[in-house]
Every structure is written in C-alpha cells, then in structure tokens.
C-alpha cells in the first residue's frame, strides 16, 4: 500500500495529476498494488472556488485523467464531480492498474463550511482488486462509524481514508480516530493527509498505516511530502465486497 502526501495546487487539475501520476509510478517501483490521495487532491482544498467553476469538476472518463490510468498502479483519486442535486459532490474515484474505473464513492459526511457547496452521497464506497476488499471514507466521514463497520460487514480489510487533517487540533484527531477504526473493525487503516498549504488550513502532513489492532506500522513526518509505502499481509477473502 501507498499513500501519497503533497501539497496540492490550488485550482489546477492538470498540475495536480502530474503530481499523482509521478507519485503512483514511484510507488508501483516499491512494489505498491494501491496508492490513495488526500481529500480533493485533484483541485486543492477550495471549496469556494469549486462551487464557483465547474471546470475544476471532473468526471471518471475526464480526458484530464487519462495520466492516472496509464501507471500500471491502482489509485484512489478525490476530486469534484456533479452531484445528483446539481451541485458538486467531494468524490474518490478508483482506477485499476489497466485504467478501468473500479468504483466511484461521494463523501457522506459533509464538513461544516463545506455543506455550503456540495452535496452529500449516499453510501457504497467499496470495492475489491486482486482478492482483497478495500474499504473508503473521505476525512469527516472516519469520524462515523458506522461507515467503516458497513464496509467491514462487507468484507473489507483494508480502510482507505482520503483526508485533510490541519496543524492544530488536526494532528491529535489523526492519531485518535484512525487507529480506533482499525481496532473497531479489525481492518487496516491507511490515511493520505495533505501538507502545506490547504486552502484555510496548513496540512499537518503525518500519513499513516495503522495495523488491525490499532498499532502504528508508518508514519509520514510533517515535513514535507512523502510517499508513504508499507507492507500489509491480508489474507485473501473467499467473501465478495458488497455494493
């Protein structure tokens, strides 16, 4: 597993891909099967500006994509999409290492000042690659449980959280909530954490993989970007991830 760390590009997609699609070929070369980004990695964290331009919104099948579909890696992508209400919704998109789209999942859980622009989604954000169920949640989202125990219920055993975690409180938050859903569900936890500049907030950076049990097995600095790359031993499961 990898989780790319980086600070994004306010408002540019193009800029923000490059990013993505250097990180998954550095991390496919260490030997990783899945990378996951940070919460909006593919506009910067700018729920404004967003609202304000659809061009910064991006469907699965965007032309602008097409760099993340040729890695040879699979990658777990957040950006903006049009929700079914008309306004945007926060997704993750998941493309497998051959480019095909493996799931799409809308953010549920709707931070404060972002439930002024987008509109929230209703569940799924499962999917499975090479035998192994993942589980996905986008930052506020990993503080309801009951979206990672549905994905558990499902068959899950891998928990990705796409997230932007601030200096400040953000830091103590990241290293409370991730590891007690670890220890809830029995599944690993990978979070993907901005760095630097993020729209109002700093990225505190401190990606990590937390065990089954709650124990830290990497962590990131708050340094700068990092690509994050740990070795999972997940048994493969017989039971299909539900929808």
Not at 53 to 75: F, M, N, V
Not at 131 to 153: K, M, Q, W
Not at 194 to 221: E, F, I, L, R
Request: aromatic share 6%; proline share 5%; with cysteine.
């Amino acid at each position: 597993m990898a989780a790319a760390q980086f600070e994004c590009v306010a408002g540019d997609v193009e800029a923000n891909v490059r990013q993505i699609a250097d990180l998954a070929v550095d991390a496919r070369e260490a030997g990783s099967a899945v990378m996951v980004c940070p919460e909006l990695a593919l506009t910067g964290y700018a729920p404004e500006r967003i609202g304000a331009d659809r061009a910064l919104w991006t469907e699965a099948e965007d032309a602008r994509l097409d760099p993340l579909r040729g890695t040879g890696i699979a990658i777990v992508v957040n950006g903006a999409a049009a929700g079914p209400g008309g306004r945007p919704a926060i997704v993750s998109t998941v493309y497998a290492p051959d480019g095909a789209v493996l799931t799409v999942y809308a953010k549920e859980h709707l931070y404060e000042n972002e439930r002024e622009v987008f509109e929230p989604g209703s569940g799924g954000g499962r999917f499975r690659l090479g035998g192994i169920g993942y589980s996905l949640a986008t930052c506020f989202d990993n503080h309801f449980p009951e979206v990672s125990a549905r994905n558990a219920a499902q068959g899950c055993q891998i928990h990705l959280a796409s997230s932007l975690y601030g200096t400040g409180g953000g830091r103590q938050e990241r290293r409370t909530v991730h590891p007690a859903i670890a220890r809830a569900t029995g599944m690993y936890v990978v979070l993907a954490n901005h760095v630097g500049s993020a729209g109002p907030w700093t990225g505190c950076g401190g990606s990590a993989v937390w065990a089954p049990d709650g124990t830290v097995m990497a962590d990131a600095d708050e340094s700068g970007p990092r690509l994050l790359v740990a070795d999972l031993e997940v048994e493969v499961a017989e039971v299909e991830v539900g929808d």
